[in-house]
């Protein structure tokens, strides 16, 4: 789906963490494959792993050992993968390409920004200083910030309040469809980005998403103020 204007002011662009605004997988998964290496498994491909990586331990798990969260073994592997990571939590990852410009366009028009991730507040602000963007995000969301995270609407709207503005001046972009659920929940423009990790479950264009775009900059134009 091509880019369009908005044809109503935005003020505020929110972004999902992992899979959206960084590509965190290569560090995910080197995590999980450090714990498979443990076990006397072979380390499995990042290629493998990427499209599950939006679903956090969850789906590096399901894909790593074909277990889910009422397993016996769940918790401990969980606590044993999440420790590499806490260990090496921005050796490869970076933001994708040109997202960097998308964040300096939006300063330079006045568009506040923040970040509303289902990532627990222990590792998301680690990585946000390795990335250079803990001053510059207008907002902070993690997984354990409100009660409920993503897809029920409570850390978009949460998000919204801390920055001043109402749920309908903002967009959300994610590359899961929990994240346009919880955006159309929270009254917001859902934005899903085609770059993501999206997985193999449903089809993006299936999501309900207001919009897809295929890079970071298309925002812009969406925006209507692209170069």
């Not at 749920?167 to 590359?175: H, K, R, T």
Request: with cysteine.
């Amino acid at each position: 789906m091509s880019a369009r204007a908005i044809d109503r002011p935005v003020l505020c662009v929110l972004f999902d963490l992992d899979g959206t605004l960084a590509d965190t997988a290569p560090d995910l998964g080197a995590a999980l494959n450090r714990t498979r290496v443990e076990d006397g498994l072979a380390a499995l491909p990042l290629a493998q792993l990427r499209p599950v990586t939006s679903q956090g331990v969850r789906g590096l798990l399901r894909e790593g050992y074909d277990i889910y969260p009422d397993h016996e073994r769940y918790a401990h592997l969980a606590d044993r993968v999440l420790r590499h990571y806490a260990e090496n939590i921005c050796v490869h990852t970076s933001l994708f390409a040109d997202m960097n410009s998308l964040l300096m366009q939006l300063d330079a028009a006045g568009i506040r920004w923040g970040i509303v991730t289902n990532k627990h507040t222990r590792f998301t602000t680690p990585l946000l200083a390795a990335l250079g963007l803990t001053q510059r995000a207008a907002c902070v969301v993690s997984g354990d910030t409100t009660p409920r995270p993503k897809p029920a609407p409570e850390p978009l709207l949460h998000a919204a309040r801390e920055i001043g503005v109402a749920p309908g001046q903002c967009v959300y972009l994610g590359d899961d469809e929990r994240d346009i659920v919880a955006a159309r929940a929270a009254g917001m423009p859902a934005i899903a980005t085609r770059w993501g990790y999206i997985g193999t479950d449903k089809l993006i264009e299936d999501w309900g998403a207001d919009l897809i775009i295929d890079q970071p900059l298309d925002l812009m134009d969406y925006l209507g103020i692209g170069a």
